[in-house]
Nanobody, 132 residues
Framework: QVQLVESGGGLVQAGGSLRLSCAAS????????MGWFRQAPGKEREFVAG????????YYTDSVKGRFTISRDNAKNTVYLQMNSMKPEDTAVYYC?????????????????????????WGQGTQVTVSS
C-alpha cells in the first residue's frame, strides 16, 4: 500500500508561483508512474501532469503547458509540481497519484496515464488558491 502526502499548497496572487511536493512511502517508488490531478469546486477531477517511472517522459494538459513542470527525485521518493504564471482558474485541490500499471507497449504514454482510473493510489490533496 503506497501512502502519498502532498504539501506546498497555499494562497498566491495571479502571476505568482508555487511548488507542490508529494512524498511517497514506497521503497519501490521508481517503479511507479506519477500524476498530478486537480479538482475545482463543482467540477470533475482533471489531469494536470504526469511523469514516467524514470522521470524521462512527461505529459501535460494543454492549459498548463509552458507554465507547470513536473519532476521527480527517486532517491527521495518525491514528485514535484512547479507552478509558474499562475491564474485564478488554477484554483483547486491538487492531488498526486501513483500507479504501477503499464500500457500494452510498456512505454510511457500520456494518453494512457492522463486517465484517472489508471491510478491506484491517491494523496489527500492540498489546496491551491490563486487570487486575481
Amino acid at each position: 500500500q503506497v501512502q502519498l502526502v502532498e504539501s506546498g499548497g497555499g494562497l498566491v496572487q495571479a502571476g505568482g508561483s508555487l511548488r507542490l511536493s508529494c512524498a511517497a512511502s514506497e521503497r519501490t517508488f521508481s517503479t511507479y508512474a506519477m500524476g498530478w490531478f486537480r479538482q475545482a469546486p463543482g467540477k470533475e477531477r482533471e489531469f494536470v501532469a504526469g511523469i514516467s517511472w524514470s522521470g524521462i517522459s512527461t505529459y501535460y494538459t494543454d492549459s498548463v503547458k509552458g507554465r507547470f513542470t513536473i519532476s521527480r527525485d527517486n532517491a527521495k521518493n518525491t514528485v514535484y509540481l512547479q507552478m509558474n504564471s499562475m491564474k485564478p482558474e488554477d484554483t483547486a485541490v491538487y492531488y498526486c497519484a501513483a500507479t504501477q500499471k503499464r500500457s500494452s507497449l510498456g512505454i510511457y504514454s500520456g494518453g494512457f496515464y492522463s486517465t484517472r482510473d489508471r491510478y491506484d493510489y491517491w494523496g489527500q490533496g492540498t489546496q491551491v488558491t490563486v487570487s486575481s
